[in-house]
């Protein structure tokens, strides 16, 4: 059946650092992937989608890549800050059918002074 | 005010009551999305509408039913709710495939 990882533990990391978040699928090929960013009891706000044609994207301090021979996603925030304190949600749409999004279970990050 | 607007934001009620969530946009969007939330389940669709007249399952419709009332109006329906719906509720909206726009979310308990 179709997949999408996230790892499940926090990742605690020092504010000036790179956090490094990984999101890997299994048995499809999707035409794009998407970022989000929640806080809690909050919904998602989309950060940045990339596209299976292009392996890497920025958006300020964020980069993602998108390996679809390795079906991962890297998602990187450089220069972290206690702001940047959230869970960060990977999203396909695995069925191809425009949109459906699948979510993975979101990885929290912490970044410490 | 808010572009996705969902109401109410939190909800406790009992087994076997009728419960409707309502969602508005004012971003013009054609499609619109349910999604409910678990502590570690993550996010799983329940019904999305891509316009007015087009109502689709998502992966877990059991239990629910939607209204597309207009193109800014999307609502859910828990016939007869049950503790195991209790959850965050979330409607978000786009514009065609791509980026989502969420609502705050509507909490419910179901004791």
């Known amino acids: 059946s179709q997949k999408i990882e996230q790892n499940s533990e926090a990742l605690n990391i020092q504010e000036g650092k790179t956090a490094t978040l990984t999101c890997n699928y299994t048995?499809?090929?999707?035409?794009?992937l998407q970022w989000y960013r929640q806080d809690p009891g909050r919904g998602p706000v989309f950060l940045l989608l990339i596209r299976e044609n292009e392996k890497e994207k920025r958006k300020e301090r964020l980069k993602v890549t998108f390996d679809t021979t390795l079906k991962q996603s890297l998602f990187h925030i450089t220069a972290s800050q206690p702001a940047d304190s959230a869970t960060y949600l990977c999203?396909?749409?695995?069925?191809?059918?425009?949109?459906?999004?699948?979510f993975g279970t979101g990885t929290q990050l912490k970044v410490e002074l | 005010d808010a572009d996705v607007t969902q109401t109410p934001r939190n909800r406790i009620t009992k087994t076997g009551k009728r419960i409707m969530l309502e969602c508005s946009q004012t971003k013009g969007h054609d499609r619109m999305y349910w999604y409910r939330q678990d502590p570690g389940l993550g996010l799983r669709l329940i019904y999305y509408?891509?316009?007015?007249?087009?109502?689709n399952k998502g992966e877990i419709s059991d239990g629910y039913s939607v209204s597309r009332q207009a193109q800014a109006k999307f609502s859910l329906s828990l016939e007869s709710a049950i503790p195991n719906q209790t959850a965050l509720y979330f409607c978000?909206?786009?514009?065609?495939?791509?980026?989502?726009?969420f609502g705050e979310g509507s909490r419910l308990t179901v004791l």
């Open positions: 978000a909206t786009s514009r065609g495939p791509g980026e989502l726009f």
């Open positions: 999203a396909l749409d695995l069925t191809g059918g425009g949109n459906k999004l699948t």
């Open positions: 509408s891509f316009d007015v007249k087009d109502i």
């Open positions: 048995n499809y090929s999707p035409a794009y």
